[in-house]
T-cell receptor, first 114, second 112 residues
Framework: EAGVTQSPRYAVLQEGQAVSFWCDPI?????LYWYQQPRDQGPQLLVY????????NSQLPSDRFSAVRPKGTNSTLKIQSAKQGDTATYLC????????????FGAGTRLSVL | GEQVEQRPPHLSVREGDSAIIICTYT??????FSWYKQEAGAGLQLLMS?????DRKEEQGLTVLLNKKDKRLSLNLTAAHPGDSAVYFC???????????FGDGTVLTVKP
């Protein structure tokens, strides 16, 4: 069974540039999560979806970040105008349901904003 | 919201020794408790999870203890070996929600 796939693995930007991250969850998983992991910190939830619906985006900086999952499968996280403070690893995870079920994480996209 | 504190931030042990990592949490509604391992350049790998009705779980050299009264969760690696060297995270959430809250991690180094 294929795991959670993310691309790109690395991204380097200047401040003000835009970037998109792509996630392909495990087949059949209805719940998809985006986490931000700053260096030397634990992951912090940005947004999560059940199918194509956003369940919680309260921690997503809505002025510059957006996330979509139009068909309830793959998802894209976009940063419109990156800041140095966005430097982090962006992790995607998926699960079957959102209760007790295990989250499976991708390897992440490491973003550096110069 | 939920606050999770994890300690120690760095832990160095000799091969064959035990390594203990502790997390404390604040939300009494927390119902799901887990430990993840993150190796360099890799994603998070689930090691073990327990629900709030479990006080102790052992699996393949790992022991998770849950003290709900003190809101404390611990991971004990018995007989650590160099391959256990990685960053370990606790993660907790209330029942029936996907909102996992992570600790800030423990960098474990196991020396031969």
């Amino acid at each position: 069974e294929a795991g959670v796939t993310q691309s790109p693995r690395y991204a380097v930007l200047q401040e003000g540039q835009a970037v998109s991250f792509w996630c392909d969850p495990i087949s059949g998983h209805d719940t998809l999560y985006w986490y931000q992991q700053p260096r030397d910190q634990g992951p912090q939830l940005l947004v999560y979806f059940r199918d194509e619906a956003v369940i919680d985006n309260s921690q997503l900086p809505s002025d510059r970040f957006s996330a979509v999952r139009p068909k309830g499968t793959n998802s894209t996280l976009k940063i419109q105008s990156a800041k140095q403070g966005d430097t982090a690893t962006y992790l995607c995870a998926s699960s079957q349901g959102q209760g007790q079920n295990t989250l499976y994480f991708g390897a992440g996209t490491r973003l550096s904003v110069l | 919201g939920e606050q999770v504190e994890q300690r120690p931030p760095h832990l160095s042990v000799r091969e064959g020794d035990s390594a203990i990592i502790i997390c404390t949490y604040t939300d009494s509604a927390t119902a799901y408790f887990s430990w993840y391992k993150q190796e360099a350049g890799a994603g998070l790998q689930l090691l073990m999870s327990v629900l709030s009705n479990v006080d102790r779980k052992e699996e393949q050299g790992l022991t998770v203890l849950l003290n709900k009264k003190d809101k404390r969760l611990s991971l004990n690696l018995t007989a650590a070996h160099p391959g256990d060297s990685a960053v370990y995270f606790c993660a907790v959430r209330p029942f029936n929600t996907g909102k996992l809250t992570f600790g800030d991690g423990t960098v474990l180094t196991v020396k031969p």
